[in-house]
């Protein structure tokens, strides 16, 4: 089966950067998504990750290390509007199927 | 990319109906999922839908409560059956664009409450 663990909340300042860990076991594994998903809204994807490795897109980056079953989401130059939930998934060996984390609440103070 | 929308948007029901969800893509697509979101929660997988095959559902899940129809490759519905206070979710669908490999699009999802 598939599992993947990630913390209920973070808060950060406004202006800061702020790191989401994602862990997952699988027993296949075909790469790491990360979606936002603000209150009210549907999720939009952010990022993916097949490799080791980081990959930037503007503010966000993401990582993955496949052999320590682990990667994160860097948000940088936080903005309030990055106040929102974000999920790892993990796209199951053999199928399309996404297997979602809990999730992230994450709240941008002033 | 894709854009999706889906009706009703929300819906308040008595136990025991039954409401189907409708979701509509701009463009064809092959793959189509069907997710459930309790607020505050994550997605659960219902089902994956493929044109001109029966739904694949996730353990839990079974086709005397969820059908799914997936007529064409632009629309998909999903109705829940004899609904029980527990539905009461957000039903969310989702398509795969295969050229955008391992990116899923979402609709804007229904708010169902079932009293």
């Known amino acids: 089966g598939q599992s993947l663990e990630q913390p209920s909340e973070v808060t950060a300042v406004e202006g800061a950067i702020v790191q989401i860990n994602c862990t997952y076991q699988t027993s296949g594994f075909y790469g790491l998504s990360w979606y936002q998903q603000h209150d009210g809204g549907a999720p939009t994807f952010l990022s993916y990750n097949a490799l080791d490795g980081l990959e930037e897109t503007g503010r966000f980056s993401s990582f993955l290390s496949r052999s320590d079953s682990y990667g994160y989401l860097l948000l940088q130059e936080l903005q309030m509007k990055d106040s929102a939930s974000y999920f790892c998934?993990?796209?199951?060996?053999?199928?399309?199927?996404?297997?979602f984390g809990s999730g992230t609440r994450l709240l941008v103070r002033p | 990319s894709a854009v999706i929308s889906q009706k009703p948007s929300r819906d308040i029901c008595q136990r025991g109906t039954s409401l189907t969800i409708q979701c509509q893509v701009d463009?064809?697509?092959?793959?189509m999922f069907w997710y459930r979101q309790q607020p505050g929660q994550s997605l659960t997988l219902i089902a994956t839908?493929?044109?001109?095959?029966?739904?694949?559902?996730e353990s839990g899940f079974v086709i005397d409560k969820f059908p799914i129809s997936r007529p064409n490759l632009t629309f998909s519905t999903l109705t829940v059956s004899n609904m029980s206070p527990e539905d009461s979710s957000i039903y969310l669908c989702?398509?795969?664009?295969?050229?955008?490999?391992?990116?899923?699009?979402f609709g804007p999802g229904t708010r169902l409450t079932v009293t």
């Open positions: 839908a493929n044109q001109g095959s029966e739904a694949t559902y």
């Open positions: 998934a993990v796209r199951e060996s053999g199928s399309y199927k996404l297997i």
């Open positions: 463009s064809q697509v092959t793959m």
């Open positions: 989702s398509v795969e664009m295969v050229r955008d490999s391992y990116e899923q699009y």
